[in-house]
């Protein structure tokens, strides 16, 4: 006796003997401030953060698995070809100066704002990364302020009250890259 409403449907015509598809599984390989020698397994966003701490492969994955939860199989690189630190542009009256030195480890764009009139170890400034801006520091009395996990370290100079209020500097950089040879191997 027949059953009549029961349909076999065979999909796999090694009845199980063929390995699973490889249905929302996602790799990449790119340029990351921890790079290693070998693939990393990740599976949420925090994972990635953790593991690769910046850089654009961290900005790929994180974004994908914002969207998706997936399995993502990465490459982390040094990046062999460093970023550029754009000149520093002023707008406003103080006579103090910024200068950008470091390797940038990804794109960001970044404005120091004088919040405080003052000299060094005096005036306070924040500092928008990216459009998240930092509160009030103050501005290091040797002038030297390392920008934590950006690979940048910001030089001010100026004598007696060379930063004043309303003070902006701004500049951008290039993420780093890896080259030809470097992905290849």
Not at 54 to 81: E, F, K, M, Q
Request: net charge negative.
């Amino acid at each position: 006796m027949s059953r009549g409403y029961i349909k076999n449907n065979i999909l796999d015509g090694a009845l199980g003997g063929q390995p699973k598809p490889a249905t929302g599984v996602f790799g990449a390989v790119g340029v990351a401030v921890n790079p290693n020698d070998g693939i990393l397994i990740l599976t949420s966003a925090a994972d990635a953060q953790e593991k690769l701490v910046g850089g654009p492969l961290r900005d790929l994955i994180v974004s994908a698995l914002s969207i998706a939860s997936t399995t993502v199989y990465a490459v982390p690189l040094l990046g062999s070809v460093a970023g550029v630190v754009s000149d520093v542009v002023k707008t406003g009256s103080s006579t103090g100066s910024l200068t950008v030195t470091g390797s940038p480890r990804n794109a960001y764009d970044i404005k120091v704002e004088i919040e405080k009139t003052g000299a060094l170890n005096e005036a306070l400034m924040s500092i928008e990364v990216d459009g998240l801006k930092s509160g009030l520091i103050t501005i290091p009395d040797d002038g030297i302020y390392a920008l934590e996990k950006t690979g940048l370290t910001l030089t001010f100079a100026g004598v007696d009250q060379a930063f004043e209020e309303g003070t902006i500097f701004s500049f951008s950089t290039t993420a780093p890259k890896c080259s030809n040879a470097e992905m290849l191997s």
